[in-house]
């Protein structure tokens, strides 16, 4: 006998969250309940969502182009983690009629920040080497000489809210602030204590550049190997922001040949990151696997308004935070 429930599924949830962070028994008992914690590519894909009537998805790990869509015939309701998703074709959903709902966010832009200095002090004081040295017996390796921030220049690309936020902590460290976007100001700049420069400006004389920009068909690669040369030999190019901001190619060359001493990156063209990715063996490379809004209190706000949504939808009730 068919189960005449609707079917929800839930994707890539690689951190568990959803069974950690609420009971799903209500959710559960009304609806075939399906979590997938594992990424989903192609034909495995499709299967998973053939007969799906509302799908979840955390953030834009899995995109939902048109093709995908016309394989999923019942789909009624998308509710996807946080309030950005630019791998949705809108205009495709809401010709099915299908409706899109979206989470709030939590403090996302204080983790991202904080992650982002994570990043910059661990790449800056050589921490990953150091640790490899006492791990290999060392007590000292030739990275024990650390240099200080306190009268470094920091350049950031984007102070918008995230970067806003960097560049306090880099003001309080002594730093002097240097930042750029498509739209900057000196009056901006100066209502955040730091300086306005052309980007040309900010890559030559920054030892540290952080990237805080929104990725666009503007923005795009906009870190490429002419923008690479620009930068000091002994700069450190952090990105926790979107891999589209920076060719990955021309980085890895860059590293390679010592045009760029170091780098530490959060976002991938890919991810999961593939296990034979050059990335991953690439000299004066830091990584961490996306986990700039990873944090409890911003899944627990993820996880809550899903639970509500679908809570709502399988009531009859009106939904909140609909886009279409």
Known sequence: MTDPRPNVVVLDDYEHAFPRLARWDWVAAHCRWRVMHQPLRGEALVQALQDVDALVLMRDRTPLPPDLLAQMPRLKLVVFTGTRNQTLDMAALKARGVTVCHTGWGPSKDS????????????YKRLPEN????????????????????????????????GSRVARIGLAFGMRVLAWSPNMTPERAQQHGVEAATLQAVLSASRLVSLHLVASSTTRHLINRERLALMRRDAIL?????????????????????????????????????????????????????????AQPVFQQFVTDVQATLTAWLKGEPLERVLS
């Open 112 to 123: 991202t920040a904080e992650l982002t200095w994570a990043l910059m002090l661990a790449a």
């Open 131 to 162: 640790m490899a040295g006492l791990q290999a017996g060392h007590w000292r390796t030739d990275h024990a000489l650390l240099p200080v921030l306190r009268g470094e220049t920091l350049g950031l690309l984007g102070l918008g809210e995230i």
């Open 238 to 294: 952090i990105n926790t922001s979107r891999s589209a901001l920076v060719h990955t190619g021309d980085l890895i060359e860059a590293l390679q040949s010592g045009q760029l001493a170091q780098a530490a990156i959060d976002v991938f063209d890919e991810e999961p990151l593939p296990t034979d990715h050059p990335l991953r063996r690439c000299p004066g490379l830091l990584l961490t696997p996306h986990l700039g809004f990873v």
